[in-house]
């Protein structure tokens, strides 16, 4: 066995009859690697200018002695020569010396920075902002339970709205005359006079009461709360019967902070009370499709009313803010939260991940990052059924009556408690239970206080299209009692109850 099998073969050695065969069907092989093309005469642009001048004295065809200073590519002799440089330069040059003249230096231009596709002109922006539209009336905007906003010019246009909104931190909350006149916003402290003809003027306020009713519901909840006897079970670590009173006495704190403007349609000015309810529609369908968990939704619909509130939004973003909405919730609220490309697909692609993203920095910086501070209904729920020992059919039926007041933009006005209360309230009607003091005492509302509210559910029960509504549906399902056919037929039957 000898090692010259193992030595490498030298170039001037020739090539065996399968080598040959190879480089001939290289040639019209298109999955072959690209050969390098030879030239026709050695380059000399890689020498330096003592070299350069030896190799022109030893060739045998004189050549005509050019500058020496600089090599065919208008580089300094002697530099590297750069990647693909050259080529077209020189081609330039051996043209100049066939001509005899002075060979000209060739000006590399600049290239031009990268532009973004979406500088291109001919690409038309997708879903574009509308401009805002100049009113002649005043808009009556009511600050009670959120802060006074100053619209801004159309320049600061943001991606989520049509025009943007600077709040301002006051000391108290007062009603607000808005007037938008050429483009102008002129803010007018209204005086206590008028506020009172405002509220009067409010017919949609169904929770208004007068002083004698509002005396007798104080009342017998004192007396209610004197009589009767709360069981605590010490033993039940779950429930933390010893911080129970101090917690709900907080979270009914909070909900005076978390209250949307009930009359935010009033400035809004491409959207309706109908959109919005196809809004919460579709998200009743994105929050059951995920499995999510129901304070997730009730957060998601808060978010959406509160940034409502502050922000005059244009309609083609008004889903981008509902989805927007219930990704901030899942992250919030989920163990497991859906991420940013399942939200993308939720919408159809009808909005990108970067639209979400910068939508949920907008909508925390509005809101101030308090999200939080929202108690769903279902904390009430939890409690109040304690007054019935958390009768499985009260609960499920009050949750079908509970979500139903997502769909009706009549009941923002209302607390999370009260909601809880309401819903628990029909659902005990319709069982055929009644309010008794225990559920007085938990739910901290007299009968007296529930029945507008009731009434309010039964219309919307009745109807002719509730039918078509996700929330009947969902409910329809076995899983679910049948809570919705049940709702309706009984609704239906007792059209007189209220």
């Known amino acids: 066995m000898t090692m010259r099998r193992h030595l490498p073969r030298n170039a001037t050695q020739s090539q065996g009859p399968h080598t040959r065969r190879a ?4 040639a019209n092989d298109e ?84 532009q973004s596709r979406t500088n291109d002109t001919n690409i038309a922006q997708t879903r574009p902002i509308a401009p805002v539209p100049h009113r002649s009336k005043p808009v009556t905007v009511l600050a009670s339970n959120f802060e006074a906003s100053r619209i801004k010019s159309e320049d600061d246009v943001s991606e989520m709205d049509v025009d943007n909104r600077r709040t301002d931190d006051l000391s108290t909350a007062m009603p607000l005359e808005v007037k938008l006149d050429a483009g102008e916003s002129e803010v007018e ?32 909840l004192a007396l209610v709360r004197s009589t009767f006897k709360d069981d605590i079970d010490m033993f039940d670590t779950t429930m933390v019967a010893e911080y129970a009173d101090e917690i709900f006495a907080h979270m009914e704190n909070l909900e005076e902070q978390v209250l949307p403007n009930p009359r935010y349609m009033d400035f809004q000015t491409e959207i309706e009370w109908t959109m919005r309810t196809t809004l919460i529609d579709w998200l009743l369908q994105v929050h059951l499709r ?78 101030d990052f308090t999200v939080s501070s929202y108690c769903s209904p279902y904390s009430w729920v939890r409690r109040i059924s304690k007054a019935d020992d958390y009768d499985i059919q009260t609960r499920t039926l009050s949750k079908f009556l509970m979500e139903v007041t997502l769909l009706d933009h009549r009941f923002l006005r209302c607390k999370p408690s009260m909601i809880a209360a309401i819903g628990m309230y029909l659902a005990r009607k319709m069982l055929g239970g009644d309010w008794n003091e225990a559920f007085i005492y938990y739910s901290n509302f007299t009968e007296a206080q529930l029945i507008p509210g009731a009434a309010l559910l039964c219309e919307r029960l009745v109807e002719p299209d509730f039918e078509s509504v996700y929330v009947y549906k969902k409910y329809s399902n076995k899983k679910f009692l049948r809570a919705s056919t049940f709702a309706r037929d009984w609704a239906q039957n007792n059209t007189t109850a209220f």
């Open 23 to 26: 480089s001939r069907t290289r």
């Open 31 to 114: 999955n072959a690697m690209p050969s390098q093309t030879l030239r026709a005469k050695a380059s000399m642009s890689h020498l330096g200018p003592a070299q350069k001048s030896n190799a022109l004295n030893a060739s045998s065809a004189p050549l005509k002695k050019t500058a020496a200073a600089t090599t065919a590519t208008g580089v300094k002799a002697g530099a590297k020569r750069t990647a693909l440089g050259g080529v077209v330069s020189n081609a330039q040059k051996e043209d100049q010396e066939d001509d005899g003249k002075k060979p000209v230096k060739v000006k590399a231009e600049p290239r031009a920075p990268l």
């Open 189 to 220: 402290d209204v005086s206590e006079g008028e506020e009172e003809d405002e509220e009067e003027e409010d017919d949609e306020d169904w929770l208004r009461a007068t002083d004698e009713e509002v005396i007798a519901a104080q009342e017998q």
């Open 290 to 367: 995920y499995h999510m968990l129901p304070e997730t939704l009730w957060i998601a619909v808060n978010l959406v009313d509160r940034f409502l509130s502050v922000r005059v939004v244009s309609l083609v973003k008004l889903q981008l803010v509902g989805v927007t909405a219930m990704f901030i919730a899942a992250k919030y609220e989920e163990i497991l939260a859906p991420s940013v490309d399942e939200f993308v697909y939720m919408t159809e692609n009808g909005y990108t991940k970067d639209e979400i993203l910068k939508g949920e920095r907008i909508i925390l910086q509005t809101l």
